[in-house]
């Protein structure tokens, strides 16, 4: 089978793989149909991300069909039409137990990290039954893609942990997906404003017309004025830092209102400075997470039933053949206008379109 596979810090290539086989009982083994890729993919090729190593098969979201199950597999069957979660779940340990499944003592965020994951033609999925989400046939499998990661990470690491109430003044830094994908759900708990920062004008206006209230360009603009202008001198009750560099979760420090809160959502590759010299009196909470997915079937029923349309952060399509090509135009967002893209296992020429 094809897959994308990490090689080292900046070396990726397509190869022909073996296609998986059931190991446990509680194994799936599922045929992708559309994957994508994402922001800590890119991580994993800067050499920031340890735990994955040379030789493995990245990404960790997508949909499919279920091929092949474990003796103890009771939800799924072969033929099933699947949605992939981000985060392998076993539904039993204290963890999990505790809705924090990203620290399952042995599942969390292991595809594509710790196990071969998604950007393949097929992917062995443990803990299928409570790992994996049943889809309608028909159902917009673009739109479900965006369900395997950024829509429950952008709604639980940002919106959730920021506590995002109505009438609040919220200020997302990053209108990459994840940004994005926050933008789109944080309107659930009707905040009085919604202020996008960001360099790319292009995206500034994708926000917009996902609802953003008000746009800052970092990049021509001093950020923190701008937002202290828009609010008053008050701040943001929310801060959501959408990036994972340094210098944005430092400028999250300067856009706080006093007794609000900082929810980090980006992947850190290197340390960022905490200036308590000037926020230890301001009675602020930073929050830090990976994602859990237990909002995926509450945000699945959204999904379903139109409230929500995750499938408008898709600009790009390509077929599994062309993953190389993908990530060319994914990792250059700023010069190809890329949200996420959707990698098909068949030729998007010639593939069926999603309902």
């Known amino acids: 089978m094809k897959a994308l596979v990490y090689n080292g810090p900046g070396l990726k290539a397509v190869e022909e793989r073996p296609v998986p086989q059931v190991q446990d009982a509680g194994d799936a083994i599922v045929r992708i149909?559309?994957?994508?890729?994402?922001g800590t993919d890119l991580h994993i090729l800067k050499g920031d991300v340890p735990s994955c190593e040379p030789g493995r098969i990245l990404g960790h979201e997508g949909v499919g069909i279920v091929?092949?199950?474990?003796a103890d597999v009771t939800a799924f069957a072969p033929g099933d039409h699947v949605l992939i979660s981000c985060i392998t779940a076993c539904?039993?340990?204290?963890?999990?137990?505790?809705?924090?499944?990203?620290?399952?003592?042995?599942?969390?965020?292991?595809?594509?990290?710790?196990?071969?994951?998604?950007?393949?033609?097929?992917?062995?999925?443990?803990?299928?039954?409570?790992?994996?989400?049943?889809?309608?046939?028909?159902?917009?499998?673009?739109?479900l893609v965006m369900l395997s990661d950024i829509l429950p990470t952008g709604f639980e690491c940002g919106v959730l942990?920021?506590?995002?109430?109505?009438?609040?003044?919220?200020?997302?830094?990053?209108?990459?997906?994840?940004?994005?994908?926050?933008?789109?759900?944080?309107?659930?708990?009707s905040p009085a404003r919604i202020i996008m920062i960001d360099l790319d004008e292009a995206r500034l206006a994708m926000a917009r017309r996902f609802g953003a209230t008000d746009t800052i360009n970092s990049g021509t603009r001093d950020a923190a004025?701008?937002?202290?202008e828009m609010t008053d001198a008050r701040g943001a009750d929310?801060?959501?830092?959408?990036?994972?560099?340094?210098a944005t979760f430092e400028l999250c420090q300067l856009l706080v209102a006093a007794g609000g809160t900082i929810a980090n959502v980006g992947v850190h590759g290197a340390k960022a400075d905490l200036h308590l010299e000037r926020l230890w009196s301001h009675s602020i909470t930073i929050t830090t997470r990976l994602v859990d997915t237990v909002?995926?079937?509450?945000?699945?029923?959204?999904?379903?039933?139109?409230?929500?349309?995750?499938?408008?952060?898709?600009?790009?399509?390509?077929?599994?053949?062309?993953?190389?090509?993908?990530?060319?135009?994914?990792?250059?967002?700023?010069?190809?206008?890329?949200?996420?893209?959707?990698?098909?296992?068949?030729?998007?020429?010639?593939?069926?379109?999603?309902?």
Request: net charge negative.
């Open 238 to 246: 929310t801060v959501i830092e959408a990036v994972g560099v340094a």
């Open 295 to 355: 909002s995926t079937p509450q945000l699945l029923r959204m999904v379903e039933a139109k409230q929500l349309d995750p499938g408008e952060l898709v600009t790009h399509h390509f077929a599994m053949a062309d993953m190389i090509d993908a990530y060319e135009v994914f990792s250059r967002a700023a010069e190809t206008k890329a949200l996420k893209v959707i990698i098909e296992a068949d030729d998007p020429r010639t593939a069926r379109p999603a309902a």
């Open 161 to 189: 942990n920021g506590k995002v109430a109505p009438g609040s003044t919220v200020a997302i830094v990053g209108a990459g997906p994840i940004g994005l994908a926050a933008l789109l759900t944080a309107q659930l708990f």
């Open 33 to 38: 149909t559309r994957t994508t890729i994402c």
């Open 225 to 228: 004025a701008a937002l202290m």
């Open 91 to 143: 539904g039993r340990c204290d963890y999990c137990r505790r809705s924090m499944p990203s620290h399952c003592t042995t599942g969390g965020w292991i595809l594509g990290n710790i196990i071969d994951g998604t950007q393949a033609e097929y992917v062995r999925i443990p803990h299928a039954d409570t790992s994996l989400y049943a889809i309608p046939e028909q159902a917009g499998a673009d739109a």
């Open 67 to 70: 091929d092949s199950i474990g």
